[in-house]
């Protein structure tokens, strides 16, 4: 008897459930739809992907039957409306962490993907001072504003910051152009002009100086939108980008052994550390604070921002990621396969060969930027150039750093240059 009246009970109450999500997924995709999405096709039929176990065959609920199916065909529909989105994805790092490498498998995802390679670099060198550093509120001012038009596929904020200033948008100075495909694309690609000198020119083809209008067009194209940048210093300065709805926005924190990155520092930035290999030869004169203090902050830095991230505040939620460079460098398939799952964008097979091909190679190419190593030889090879002098003050100022991370102190030379013994914690930040 009773069965009767709870069948339709628990269809009203699925009516309702329905109507509510409907109307929130209704808000939210409405909200993307008016700046982002061009317009998709209703399709029709939607409802079939939809599996009902059963057959709801009551005569008198006829009606809203066909309401409720109506309200699930629409709901579907703004379900793939919300798939089509753009992807965009900030790649946040610190230097020498390998983010050119990591970066290199977004750049090589294809036709559909609009990478910038550090386009920071202008704001950052806008705004250094005479003392060499920067005014961090302003500078982080400027990056999230930078960052969010670029986003939006507008140059205009970042050519203000380019040295000399573009006319009629067009460059020949931006920083390493060459290092995003999609600045090199046909597309792109103006004619030459001849005896005009460009520092950072196409390498895949001869192109005239970018025009950022082009550039622009290029982009506005592309569902898949990714910038890296070594500048950002806090994770919670780009809240205002987590909150703006046209952007859906990915963050994918790169971190890396705080010791690996002062060793390789030491190399390519070799007379901005000049004092560290100095006491590390055993100069009489004690170590600068100064400089103990700078890395200090830097680390600070790093894991401030992951402690944002990974304690997923209400604008973050599923918007972060944590990666760990070492993770990267030894299981490079299965880390960009996580790497694209997050961000949404399809991993395909030019990023498959790519990462086959440079992770894999036996002969080192030379150059400091260069991202074509044997990754796994590469990550373990500071422990034999970084005097452990140095790495106990590296374990000092950045403790807390490490451990988060799940990196190893060593207690000795011996175990600094014992392979065996791995400084890599296995670690899962799941967030
Ligand atoms: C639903 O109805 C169709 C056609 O009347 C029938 O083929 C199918 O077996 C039914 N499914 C269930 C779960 O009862
Ligand atoms: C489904 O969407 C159409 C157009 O978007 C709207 O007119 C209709 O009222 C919606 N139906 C229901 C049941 O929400
Ligand atoms: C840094 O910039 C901010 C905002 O532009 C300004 O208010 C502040 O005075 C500057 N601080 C220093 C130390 O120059
Ligand atoms: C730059 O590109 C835009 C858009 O394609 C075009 O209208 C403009 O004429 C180009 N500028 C120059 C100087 O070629
Ligand atoms: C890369 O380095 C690892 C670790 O030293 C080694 O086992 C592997 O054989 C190397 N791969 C190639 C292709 O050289």
Known sequence: ?????????????????????????????????????????????????????????????????????QRLENYSEHQEVVKKVRKHVLLLATTRTGSSFVGEFFNQQGDNMFYLFEPLWHVEKMLTLDTGGTNATASAKAYRDVLQQLFLCDFSLLESFIDPLPVNHIT?????????????????????????????????????????????????????????????????????????????????????????????????FAAKYKSWKQWAL??????????????????????????????????????????????????????????????????????KAWILKNTQVSKEISGVYSTQKNSSEQVEKWRFSLPFKIAQV????????????????????KMLTDKSISLIEDKVFSV
Not at 40 to 60: D, E
Not at 394 to 413: I, M, N, W
Request: some cysteine; aromatic content about 8%.
């Open 172 to 268: 020949t100075s931006l920083f390493r152009r060459e290092s995003s495909s999609s600045l090199c694309e046909e597309s792109v690609c103006s004619p030459v002009i001849k005896g005009i000198f460009e520092r950072y020119r196409c390498k895949i083809r001869r192109c005239g100086p970018l025009n950022l209008t082009m550039a622009s067009e290029s982009c506005v194209k592309k569902d898949h939108r990714v910038i890296k940048s070594v500048r950002v210093r806090q994770l919670e300065n780009l809240r205002p980008l987590a909150e703006d709805p046209r952007l859906d926005i990915r963050f994918i924190q790169l971190v890396r052994d705080p010791r690996a990155v002062l060793a390789s520092r030491m190399v390519a």
């Open 394 to 413: 590296v374990q000092r100022a950045c403790g807390p750093t490490l451990k988060l991370f799940g990196y190893k102190f060593v207690s000795s030379e």
């Open 282 to 351: 055993g100069g009489d004169r004690p170590l600068d604070e100064d400089e103990v203090k700078k890395l200090k902050g830097n680390c600070d830095n790093i894991r401030l921002s992951a402690e944002v991230g990974l304690r997923q505040p209400p604008w973050l939620r599923s918007r972060y990621m944590l990666v760990r460079y070492e993770d990267i460098a030894r299981f490079p398939m299965r880390k960009a396969t996580e790497m694209f799952r997050f961000s949404g964008i399809p991993l395909t097979p030019q990023v």
């Open 1 to 69: 008897m009773r069965i009767k009246y709870m069948i339709p009970i628990v269809f009203l109450v699925a009516l309702v459930i329905i109507e509510k999500e409907n109307r929130i997924i209704s808000r939210v995709s409405d909200k993307l739809n008016l700046k982002q999405t061009p317009q998709t096709p209703l399709q029709a039929g939607v409802f079939s992907h939809l599996s009902l176990k059963h057959n709801f065959s009551f005569p008198t609920l006829s009606k809203d039957f066909m309401v409720m199916k």
